[in-house]
T-cell receptor, first 113, second 113 residues
Framework: DADVTQTPRNRITKTGKRIMLECSQT?????MYWYRQDPGLGLQLIYYSFDVKDINKGEISDGYSVSRQAQAKFSLSLESAIPNQTALYFC????????????FGPGTRLLVL | SQQGEEDPQALSIQEGENATMNCSYKTSINNLQWYRQNSGRGLVHLIL?????REKHSGRLRVTLDTSKKSSSLLITASRAADTASYFC?????????????FGKGTMLLVSP
């Protein structure tokens, strides 16, 4: 079984709709992250959480919100989706040290019409 | 904004040849990591090099780090068709308290049989 899972894997929605992307992990990590990737570009950090009570904005948090329901679960919401939020979204986890590597989920491909 | 910038953007070689990718960054770092992404999938960690290290090996991978030039290189020796992927550098920088990674835009490597 995969250590980091994301649901749904693909989603098509319309402008103005609310959508939630979910991430679960079985690695026992405290830290979780949400990134978006646009074609030909690297990853941009949306939000991150270092434990259940900690939520931090990344470089592109506008238009997004998150919820850390438990150590193993971190959800990303688009309250009112817009076409330029069409992208590939990745969840990742890491341990709590200074030299931790990140473990990525398989991604959610989102299309906003 | 992205901390790391990979060069070249794309690289096409034959099986058995070596592939070299470069990464430049802007601020002081704690460590630099390289990740691999197969088309549309989640990133996979390859190797981490600390700021006080100059070279590191892992199998067919060799990473160098020059902190005076703020640059790193990833060498894949004896490449295989299965190495075809995008490769990203990521830095853990002082500005974020070394708490998050900043990814570059990646180098797309194509290895032809």
């Amino acid at each position: 079984d995969a250590d980091v899972t994301q649901t749904p894997r693909n989603r098509i929605t319309k402008t103005g709709k609310r959508i939630m992307l979910e991430c679960s992990q079985t690695k026992g990590h405290d830290r979780m992250y949400w990134y978006r990737q646009d074609p030909g570009l690297g990853l941009q950090l949306i939000y991150y959480s270092f434990d259940v009570k900690d939520i931090n904005k990344g470089e592109i948090s506008d238009g997004y919100s998150v919820s850390r329901q438990a150590q193993a679960k971190f959800s990303l919401s688009l309250e009112s989706a817009i076409p330029n939020q069409t992208a590939l979204y990745f969840c990742a986890t890491s341990g709590s040290g200074q030299e931790e590597t990140q473990y990525f989920g398989p991604g959610t491909r989102l299309l906003v019409l | 904004s992205q901390q790391g910038e990979e060069d070249p953007q794309a690289l096409s070689i034959q099986e058995g040849e070596n592939a070299t990718m470069n990464c430049s960054y802007k601020t002081s770092i704690n460590n630099l990591q390289w990740y691999r992404q197969n088309s549309g999938r989640g990133l996979v960690h390859l190797i981490l090099i600390r700021s006080n290290e100059r070279e590191k090996h892992s199998g067919r991978l060799r990473v160098t780090l020059d902190t005076s030039k703020k640059s790193s290189s990833l060498l894949i020796t004896a490449s295989r068709a299965a190495d075809t992927a995008s490769y990203f550098c990521a830095t853990a920088s002082r500005g974020s308290g070394y708490s998050t990674l900043t990814f570059g835009k990646g180098t797309m490597l194509l290895v032809s049989p």
